[in-house]
């Protein structure tokens, strides 16, 4: 009998492992400053968060609109 080579499960999901999605850095925010969605706006905390870390962490692109802040929507 011919030995079989490789792996037969390459390029199938593996259905054994559980994937949890971590909340982003904005939710993070949002949640430990107890603010709901329609505070978003309003918050002049949340304002500031934004305008410093808008570039490098994930920021809802309608907030971005809001505010007038740049948003390209381009990927790095």
């Known amino acids: 009998m011919k030995k079989k ?3 037969p499960n390459w390029g199938k999901p593996d ?3 559980a994937h949890h999605a971590q909340p ?4 993070e925010v949002v949640r ?3 603010l709901l969605p329609d505070q978003y ?9 934004v305008r410093r870390n808008k570039e490098q962490k994930y920021v809802p692109l ?6 007038g ?3 390209d929507g381009s990927l790095y």
């Open 5 to 7: 080579r490789g792996n």
């Open 15 to 17: 259905l054994n492992t």
């Open 32 to 34: 430990k400053w107890q």
């Open 41 to 49: 706006v309003t918050s002049p905390q949340l304002k500031d968060w």
């Open 24 to 27: 982003t850095s904005f939710e």
């Open 69 to 71: 802040f740049d948003s």
């Open 62 to 67: 309608d907030l971005l609109k809001a505010w």
